[in-house]
């Protein structure tokens, strides 16, 4: 999609949300291999929010370190600077949309639940199948973060609309991107594609962000959208009835796309069922 026609179809109704200046600073570091990684801690520091999540997740168990970290210096060189990229990303949107919590018809939670789980099991399936995806694990958690991200943007400039979309897409049991459609005239998918391109993460995220939807063929295709796509479709259904079909299903869908056995799919598969993520915010 190109970037001009992606605007064109949104018109001016649809603001995105900036980055912050010091996430901004910390993307173009990490594109500059001169930098190091003390010096992306140097900025992220600049950040007391950013600076305690990061400092969480550097402590977290996952990591196992003995010495308690305590500068973002260093705990940049524990979690990685496209991590902390990541860190500081989920801040800032939590913040921006904070607000939307007060919607009586949307669950704000349940959108950043969403969120996280699909970014963990991209990442956790890019591991797993690294060798033949094409974006890193991190990166891939990126696309899991902001695959539909556009939801909060559009709920955020044209409420009564979108909340008109939520209600006939489960009125119709049909896919929420068809009616943002036939409503709106684009959807949630085109804006994430435009806020991945604005924020200056690399093209492969946008292009994950465009086709976590289909069409099959893309999902096959291109391993790191295949991934995205299986962790969203895990995501959706984490602890409800029809799981277990699904868990069958999207393994072979994996093996297909990313060569990953069936069994080590089921296996990581099995971690969702008592999904134990770090909510966003
Ligand atoms: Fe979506
Ligand atoms: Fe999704």
Known sequence: MERRALLEAFGDRISLPSLPEVVL????????????????????????????????L?????????????????AVTVIGARALRNVAMQCSIVKRYEHLRELPDFDLDELWRHLVLTA????????AAD?????????????????????????????????????????????LHDAERRIL??????VGVLL????????????????HHGPTRA??????????????????????ETFDSAVLRLAKVAERCLGLEPGAFSALA???READFEALG
Do not use: M
């Open 270 to 272: 099995e971690q969702v």
């Open 196 to 211: 991945a391109r604005q924020w200056q993460l690399p093209e492969k995220v946008a292009q994950a962000i465009e086709f």
């Open 131 to 175: 060798r033949r995806c094409q974006l890193n694990p991190d990166d891939l958690y990126a696309c899991g973060l902001l695959h539909d991200v556009g939801k909060v943007v559009i709920l955020d400039a044209l409420t009564d609309e979108y909340l008109e979309c939520l209600r006939i897409s489960a009125r119709t049991a049909s896919p």
């Open 58 to 74: 550097a402590n977290s168990p996952f990591y196992g370190l003995r010495e308690p970290v305590t500068s973002a210096e260093r």
């Open 25 to 56: 600073r910390i993307n173009a570091a990490i594109e500059n291999s001169a930098v190091g990684a003390a010096q992306i801690g140097r900025i992220a520091a600049e950040d007391p929010a950013i600076t305690a999540r990061v400092l969480r």
């Open 185 to 190: 005239g684009f959807s949630h998918i085109e």
């Open 120 to 127: 963990q099991l991209a990442h956790s399936i890019g591991s």
């Open 219 to 240: 999902i096959h295709e291109h391993p790191h959208v295949g991934v995205v796509a299986i962790a969203d479709q895990l995501a959706y259904r984490a602890g409800g």
